[in-house]
Nanobody, 122 residues
Framework: QVQMVESGGGLAQAGGSLRLSCAAS????????MAWYRQAPGPQREQVAR???????NYADSVKGRFTIPTDNAKNAVYLQRNSLELEDTAVYYC????????????????WGQGAQVAGSS
């Protein structure tokens, strides 16, 4: 099995910075994609940032220039560095990964973190 464990949520002031961390553990051969999603009150979960194994990144328009998605491949970790925070960034943030568990198993597992509440204050 593969697990994703998040940390770093909490309260942040508008204009401030906060970093979320997420580490994958378990049977992992290769991680093809790591990403962060967020969900404000309501049913829609929005992809915020995404990085592939070749280093290509993609950001939602609402966070471009403010958020980055660094990784530490040795730790199977992904981070979400959030700067210039806005009240609209308040949401539950989820990390996500597409994991290949062995060299011969082509099936890719989709794994989610448990979610981290991030609230903004003015």
């Amino acid at each position: 099995q593969v697990q994703m464990v998040e940390s770093g949520g909490g309260l942040a002031q508008a204009g401030g910075s906060l970093r979320l961390s997420c580490a994958a553990s378990g049977s992992i051969f290769k991680i093809n994609v790591m990403a962060w999603y967020r969900q404000a009150p309501g049913p829609q979960r929005e992809q915020v940032a995404r990085i592939t194994s070749d280093g290509s990144t993609n950001y939602a328009d609402s966070v471009k220039g403010r958020f980055t998605i660094p990784t530490d491949n040795a730790k199977n970790a992904v981070y979400l560095q959030r700067n210039s925070l806005e009240l609209e960034d308040t949401a539950v943030y989820y990390c996500y990964a597409e994991v290949q568990r062995t060299a011969t198993q082509r099936f890719v597992y989709q794994v989610w973190g448990q979610g981290a509440q991030v609230a903004g204050s003015s």
